[in-house]
């Protein structure tokens, strides 16, 4: 079974300050999602890294996905209050098909 | 594009009874996968179908059970039901040429069991 695991599990902050979120595991995986969960509805895709060393950007968010594909994190830079909420990675096994392994999560609560 | 829809929102159930919920997927997706969360647990996979064949399934005890429909439509099932089943319910499609395992999800069934 090819686990993730994410730390922190909780962090809190205050409004423009960055945090970093990181997803390891012992198994490489052929792609790393990220998503983004609020209260009450079903996770967001953020962004997929698929090449070992890829760094992605979405406005305020990178994404690195390491050298051996193993591990991934997201930093947020001056983080607002519209960025809590539920950070989890996900990674499909090496085997087709769309089942995805989840990291526990992260929570992330922006303070103003 | 309609995004993946769930229903219902919300169910409560009494321990040993059943349960159906239902998925739509994305116009066009012809996956569907469906996940329990929950807060000791996490995210965990249930069972894929395309093209109405179940592709992938997790460690799940056989009381779950799921199809899918010629229109991608798609239903789970949990029978005698159990207070550990009290759990967020998603579903997810994909399209077979999205990146692989690039996947949306619905809101999510909340079910509690009593």
């Known amino acids: 079974t090819q686990l993730l695991e994410q730390s922190p599990q909780f962090l809190s902050i205050q409004e423009g300050e960055n945090l970093t979120v990181y997803c390891n595991s012992s198994s490489v995986f052929s792609s790393l999602q990220w998503y983004r969960q609020e209260p009450g509805e079903g996770p967001v895709l953020l962004v997929t890294v698929v090449t070992g060393g890829e760094v992605k950007k979405l406005k305020r968010l990178t994404f690195q996905f390491g050298d051996a594909r193993k591990d991934s994190s997201l930093h947020i830079t001056a983080a607002q209050p519209g960025d809590t909420g539920l950070y989890l990675c996900?990674?499909?096994?090496?085997?087709?098909?769309?089942?995805?392994?989840f990291g526990g999560g992260t929570r992330v609560l922006v303070k103003p | 594009k309609a995004g993946v829809t769930q229903t219902p929102r919300y169910l409560i159930k009494t321990r040993g009874q059943q349960v159906t919920l239902s998925c739509s997927p994305i116009?066009?997706?012809?996956?569907v996968s469906w996940y329990q969360q929950t807060p000791g647990q996490g995210l965990q996979f249930l069972f894929e179908?395309?093209?109405?064949?179940?592709?992938n399934k997790g460690n799940f005890p056989g009381r779950f059970s799921g199809r899918q429909f010629s229109n991608s439509r798609s239903e789970m099932n949990v029978s005698t039901l159990e207070l550990g089943d009290s759990a967020l319910y998603l579903c997810?499609?994909?399209?077979?040429?999205?990146?692989?395992?690039?996947?949306?999800f619905g809101p999510g069934t909340r079910l509690t069991v009593l």
């Open positions: 997810a499609s994909s399209s077979r040429e999205a990146l692989v395992g690039e996947q949306f």
């Open positions: 996900a990674g499909p096994p090496s085997a087709a098909g769309n089942k995805l392994t």
């Open positions: 116009s066009g997706h012809r996956s």
């Open positions: 179908y395309f093209s109405e064949t179940q592709r």
